[in-house]
């Protein structure tokens, strides 16, 4: 499995853009980049997935460059309710056979007002 | 929207007792999955189970955890005889045959006394 590196935590400002980079210098042919989210007492919630260049949703865009080695999460102009933990996971599609997915410590994202 | 759905949303045992946590998955979805959460920690995988049977399993689901679907809805977690280490939220999380995404439910928050 492709070992993740993201910042631990991180502080924005309601209405900024934040950008969450994650490091995967090992990421493997087959891997994917999904980022999760995480608020206090529930349970993750999927956010975006991406193999290369750039994808774009209703909540996030995700930025991966051409080596893979590395992907950027984007939310545009956060809320306080943005306030969460983000993981970048690295692996197989979850529907090729139901793979487990591995997290690792996330970003503590805080959105101050 | 569709939604996991577990049950209870805590319990609270005494070491050495056997514990259920219930959940219903989502109504079409085919893999079922048990993630935990201890408090401040990583979220860990714990057991994959597809076509009635386990597909994938982590260390941490020794002989002591089981599963079940034992009936058509409900996807159960089975603690024989329950440790201190076992407090923890414990997440089910379902996905479709051929999604990439797998969906979290709220969570069961276990206290072993």
């Known amino acids: 499995l492709a070992k993740t590196t993201q910042p631990i935590s991180m502080d924005s400002y309601e209405g900024q853009e934040v950008n969450i980079t994650c490091s995967h210098n090992?990421?493997?042919?087959?891997?994917?980049i999904t980022w999760y989210q995480q608020f206090p007492s529930q349970g993750p919630r999927f956010i975006i997935q991406?193999?290369?260049t750039k994808v774009t949703n209703e909540v996030a865009s995700l930025f991966i460059p051409a080596d893979r080695k590395s992907s950027t999460l984007s939310l545009p102009r956060v809320s306080l309710s943005d306030t969460a933990v983000y993981y970048c996971?690295?692996?197989?599609?979850?529907?090729?056979?139901?793979?487990?997915?591995?997290f690792g410590g996330g970003t503590r994202l805080m959105v101050k007002p | 929207e569709p939604e996991v759905t577990q049950t209870p949303s805590h319990q609270v045992t005494q070491m050495g007792q056997e514990v259920i946590l219930r959940c219903v998955p989502i109504?079409?979805?085919?893999?079922f999955y048990w993630y935990r959460q201890i408090l401040g920690q990583k979220v860990e995988f714990l057991v994959s189970f597809y076509n009635n049977e386990i597909s994938e399993k982590s260390e941490i689901f020794d002989d002591q955890f089981s599963v079940e679907r034992p009936d058509g809805s409900n996807f159960t977690l089975k603690i024989r005889s329950t440790k201190l280490e076992d407090s923890a939220m414990y997440f089910c999380?379902?996905?479709?045959?051929?999604?990439?995404?797998?969906?979290f439910g709220p969570g069961t928050r276990l206290t072993v006394t």
């Open positions: 996971l690295v692996g197989e599609l979850p529907g090729n056979a139901g793979n487990m997915l591995t």
């Open positions: 999380a379902s996905s479709s045959l051929s999604g990439n995404e797998q969906y």
């Open positions: 109504s079409n979805h085919l893999y």
């Open positions: 991406g193999y290369k």
């Open positions: 090992n990421i493997a042919t087959n891997d994917y």
